[in-house]
């Protein structure tokens, strides 16, 4: 267990500046082994953690982790014995020094800590900042966010738990592509908390939910089986599926409330981010959006230009194809050719893209970033 004193070191080493300018909307109950192989899916989002807190060097991070993640508390703070983490989750090396969401963040004490005392790559090092512990004793019957936090408690043990039914992760509660095992497989959500759902078809008596179907989310259920874990994420291999009523969840599970429905869609994530170099020029660029959005309002509303004058011979933007993911409520921009090699690229979004359903318009939005050779 670390101590008070050790907390406020590696506070006072790493400065107060651990907070950040805008925070993430929703919490989700995972585990560290899902952090580390689906960082992506995680970036900038609120997480809550059971993992003990040691020392490293001036810093503190969490034990057993594959690659490291520092934590950073946002107060003086004892980690109690049984306690999960939470904090907000960010990959360094999708960062740079000047980002704003970590202002006046002192990196030096990470970059010590590294073997080399370079900038990371991406998905190498990570980051808890505004961290708090919290006193949380897993419950004598298991309950998904029990499952979610602490799988190999319960790995190939029985289990019946309550949640919503949330289709084929068609809201994006876990990492895509991850933990489906067969054509009928659902997640089932409860607070901060999912889980992955094998072996049954979510039909019984009274229902019969259609897992593409978002009109069909939302209804509880309560599922019967063996929980399994392949990989990172866990999973229950279901034998019966029934209806089900909402649990009386603690302020422990509760989730932090979504934006009320008349806030305007924004921005919060891209792939490149604003301002990167040496960006890859073959991947797909991927904004994301605080809100679902109208796949119809992009049409001639997206462009994609290099900015500057052309080098002699040098080739025109390519061609792109352009995607909506509604499940992750994404864009996704692929070029029909690798971009030309050391180029700044300007992404703009422009008037007349609106939400889902309210058509509330999202405010044009640009960024450049520069690809690699």
């Not at 889980?195 to 019967?224: I, S």
């Not at 979504?258 to 170099?277: K, R």
Request: net charge neutral.
């Amino acid at each position: 267990m670390l101590t008070r004193r050790t907390v406020q070191a590696a506070i006072l080493a790493c400065g107060a500046a651990a907070s950040l300018s805008a925070q993430p909307a929703n919490r989700v109950a995972t585990t560290v082994e899902s952090l580390t192989a689906a960082p992506f899916f995680f970036h900038g989002k609120q997480i809550a953690v059971r993992r003990e807190v040691e020392p490293a060097g001036q810093l503190m991070r969490l034990t057993g982790t594959a690659k490291p993640i520092f934590v950073f508390f946002r107060g003086s703070s004892t980690v109690p014995g049984d306690a999960e983490i939470r904090g907000d989750f960010w990959d360094l090396g999708r960062l740079e020094r000047t980002d704003s969401r970590l202002p006046n963040f002192n990196y030096d004490p990470i970059l010590e800590a590294l073997p080399n005392h370079a900038w990371p790559a991406r998905e190498q090092v990570f980051l808890l900042v505004n961290a708090s512990a919290v006193e949380s004793p897993l419950p004598a019957e298991p309950t998904l966010r029990a499952l979610a936090l602490a799988p190999e408690k319960y790995v190939g043990k029985g289990v019946t738990v309550t949640g919503r039914f949330r289709g084929a992760n068609l809201f994006a509660d876990l990492p895509s592509g991850a933990g489906t095992k067969g054509r009928w497989d659902f997640i089932l959500q409860s607070a901060d908390a999912a889980v992955w759902v094998t072996g049954v078809r979510p039909r019984g008596r009274g229902f019969d939910l259609d897992v593409n179907a978002r009109m069909d989310a939302g209804r509880w259920l309560q599922v019967a089986g063996l929980l399994r874990r392949d990989g990172p994420l866990p999973y229950v291999e279901a034998t019966s599926v029934a209806e089900g009523r909402a649990p009386n969840e603690t302020t422990v599970e509760i989730a932090l409330p979504p934006p009320p429905p008349e806030q305007p869609p924004t921005v919060v994530f891209s792939a490149p981010t604003a301002g990167e170099i040496d960006a890859e020029r073959a991947l797909p660029i991927r904004i994301q959006f605080s809100r679902d959005m109208d796949p119809r309002s992009f049409v001639n509303r997206v462009r994609v230009a290099y900015e500057g004058p052309p080098p002699a011979g040098a080739p025109a933007i390519p061609g792109f194809t352009i995607r909506y993911v509604e499940g992750t409520r994404a864009l996704e921009l692929k070029p029909a050719m690798p971009l030309d090699r050391f180029r700044t690229v300007k992404i703009e979004l422009l008037e007349g893209i609106v939400s889902n359903i309210d058509n509330l318009p999202l405010a044009p939005w640009s960024m450049t970033f520069t690809t690699g050779g």
